[in-house]
């Protein structure tokens, strides 16, 4: 029984579905990268609804709020 051929998602390119082919489903490690590059530039992503930022997160703390050592008495 022959290895499934499958074409790669970024090129087209067809490929045998084996350990012979260690990038798959891509051909080549060049075509996994330009893949990955695409999800993490967001140019690809899982359709859904996108979620409003949360209101009711309290906002960063600033320089006053942040607990400082005690001071010494004079």
């Not at 790669?8 to 590059?37: N, Q, Y």
């Not at 899982?46 to 906002?59: A, K, R, Y």
Request: glycine share 6%; aromatic share 6%; net charge negative.
């Amino acid at each position: 029984m022959s290895a499934a051929r499958v074409k790669c998602p970024t090129c087209g390119r067809s490929i045998e579905w084996s350990e012979v082919s260690p990038f798959r489903p891509f051909c080549s490690e060049r075509c996994k990268l330009i893949d990955l590059g695409a999800w993490l530039s967001e140019q690809r992503g899982i359709p859904g609804e996108t979620s409003p930022p949360d209101s009711g997160e309290s906002p960063a703390p600033s320089a006053d709020d942040v607990d400082s050592p005690p001071r010494a008495p004079k």
